[in-house]
């Protein structure tokens, strides 16, 4: 099982920076590098591969909306070059508060827009003369819609590989089963072990079973919060704003896929309440409303054996890579949390 860890959205990035190089000895397998809506996460990966020799490095994650399928092909080779092969293409749908909201553009289409774009990267990647016919995208674009001049390009460069892997973050059966089918790897958000099968066993075993032989086993990414100690318990509470907001802010009601998540989590009466709190500006009341139990399911937070058991619940459903946050007050003792998570991980 790898370690990876995300950064945050803002603020001491040089300083992060320099605690990945702590965390690198440690053990830390990865980064994950996300971009919502503060700097880009191109130009922040580009920064960690200078700074870094052995970790991998990921977005996590692209945005499918703000980059043509082209340029998302050209960035990641671009990763993967400048990090000597250390690249992962993280791509996501993101959600029309963002798309829309910050960028301007309709959300439609996610997973149709999704299957085409992984398919243009992998073309780009290969140096094909890149010609593609499909619902969403189409390159070159014929005559009638253009200038006529558009001819089919490949690559200048040669990529370090021609398969970079590809990880989709996805929640909806539908999207799950695209994701299974297609990707090297599955990051859902707030990954509750006890309930992945009952959510996403089939939609998973239905990818699988139209998944290309050549590709790997399917790498499963989940993320928590990490704090290891017999007096943490009060760190849970930090990520009840989290919660709130994905629950509660991310969409108009009925729109929100946050929302439904929990709701198939068994949470839907919590879920609503939140919703209808945070939509009425009553923030700290929605934060109260988020279930402990949920809090103590998507997170890593306790003594060391009630984290070793829900290590053991995370790897038992089938989670390969932990994207964990340390909750340290310094750089000290977040790294201690991350050889600490070594080890106990090691010993699963």
């Given at each position: 099982m790898?370690?990876?860890?995300?950064?945050?959205?803002s603020?001491?990035?040089?300083?992060?920076?320099?605690e990945?190089?702590?965390?690198?000895?440690?053990?830390l397998?990865?980064?994950?590098?996300?971009?919502?809506?503060?700097?880009d996460?191109?130009?922040?990966?580009g920064?960690?591969a200078?700074?870094?020799e052995?970790?991998?490095?990921?977005?996590g994650i692209?945005?499918i909306?703000?980059r043509?399928?082209s340029l998302?092909?050209?960035?990641a080779?671009g990763?993967?070059?400048v990090?000597?092969?250390?690249?992962?293409l993280?791509?996501?749908?993101?959600g029309?508060q963002?798309?829309?909201?910050f960028h301007g553009?309709p959300?439609?289409?996610p997973?149709g827009r999704?299957?085409?774009?992984v398919?243009i990267c992998?073309?780009?990647?290969?140096?094909?003369?890149?010609?593609?016919?499909g619902?969403?995208?189409?390159i070159p674009?014929p005559?009638?819609?253009g200038t006529g001049?558009?001819?089919?390009?490949?690559l200048i460069n040669?990529?370090v590989?021609e398969?970079?892997?590809?990880?989709i973050?996805s929640?909806?059966?539908?999207n799950?089963?695209m994701?299974?089918?297609l990707a090297?790897?599955?990051?859902p958000i707030?990954?509750v072990?006890?309930?992945?099968?009952e959510?996403?066993?089939?939609?998973?075993?239905e990818?699988?079973?139209?998944?290309?032989p050549?590709?790997?086993a399917?790498?499963v990414?989940?993320q928590?919060?990490l704090?290891?100690?017999?007096?943490v318990a009060h760190?849970r509470e930090?990520?009840?704003?989290v919660l709130?907001?994905?629950?509660?802010?991310?969409?108009?009601?009925?729109?929100?896929f946050y929302?439904?998540?929990a709701t198939?989590y068994?949470?839907?009466?919590a879920?609503?309440?939140i919703?209808d709190?945070?939509?009425?500006?009553?923030k700290?009341e929605?934060a109260a409303a988020?279930?402990?139990?949920?809090l103590?399911?998507?997170?890593?937070?306790g003594?060391?054996?009630?984290?070793k058991?829900?290590?053991a619940?995370l790897?038992?459903?089938?989670?390969?890579?932990?994207?964990?946050?340390?909750?340290?007050?310094d750089?000290a003792e977040r790294?201690?949390l991350?050889?600490?998570?070594?080890?106990?991980?090691?010993?699963?």
């Amino acid at each position: 099982m790898r370690i990876g860890i995300p950064l945050g959205y803002s603020g001491g990035f040089k300083e992060t920076v320099d605690e990945l190089v702590a965390y690198e000895k440690a053990g830390l397998d990865m980064v994950f590098v996300p971009e919502a809506y503060s700097y880009d996460a191109v130009s922040q990966m580009g920064f960690i591969a200078a700074r870094t020799e052995r970790l991998q490095i990921a977005s996590g994650i692209l945005q499918i909306y703000t980059r043509t399928p082209s340029l998302t092909a050209m960035t990641a080779a671009g990763m993967d070059f400048v990090s000597d092969g250390r690249f992962t293409l993280g791509i996501g749908a993101s959600g029309p508060q963002v798309i829309e909201g910050f960028h301007g553009v309709p959300y439609e289409a996610p997973i149709g827009r999704t299957r085409e774009l992984v398919e243009i990267c992998r073309k780009v990647w290969r140096r094909e003369r890149l010609a593609h016919d499909g619902k969403h995208y189409t390159i070159p674009l014929p005559e009638e819609q253009g200038t006529g001049l558009g001819k089919p390009l490949k690559l200048i460069n040669h990529p370090v590989r021609e398969r970079i892997p590809i990880i989709i973050a996805s929640i909806g059966p539908k999207n799950v089963a695209m994701t299974a089918e297609l990707a090297e790897g599955w990051e859902p958000i707030f990954y509750v072990p006890e309930k992945a099968g009952e959510l996403w066993g089939e939609p998973l075993a239905e990818g699988k079973a139209k998944r290309d032989p050549s590709l790997p086993a399917l790498d499963v990414v989940a993320q928590a919060p990490l704090a290891i100690g017999e007096d943490v318990a009060h760190k849970r509470e930090m990520m009840r704003d989290v919660l709130a907001l994905y629950i509660g802010g991310m969409g108009a009601k009925g729109q929100n896929f946050y929302t439904k998540l929990a709701t198939r989590y068994g949470y839907g009466e919590a879920a609503e309440k939140i919703q209808d709190l945070y939509l009425d500006g009553k923030k700290q009341e929605a934060a109260a409303a988020v279930p402990e139990d949920l809090l103590v399911k998507t997170t890593l937070i306790g003594p060391e054996s009630h984290v070793k058991e829900r290590l053991a619940a995370l790897k038992e459903s089938g989670v390969s890579t932990l994207n964990v946050t340390p909750l340290g007050d310094d750089t000290a003792e977040r790294t201690r949390l991350i050889e600490t998570m070594r080890g106990l991980v090691d010993d699963l």
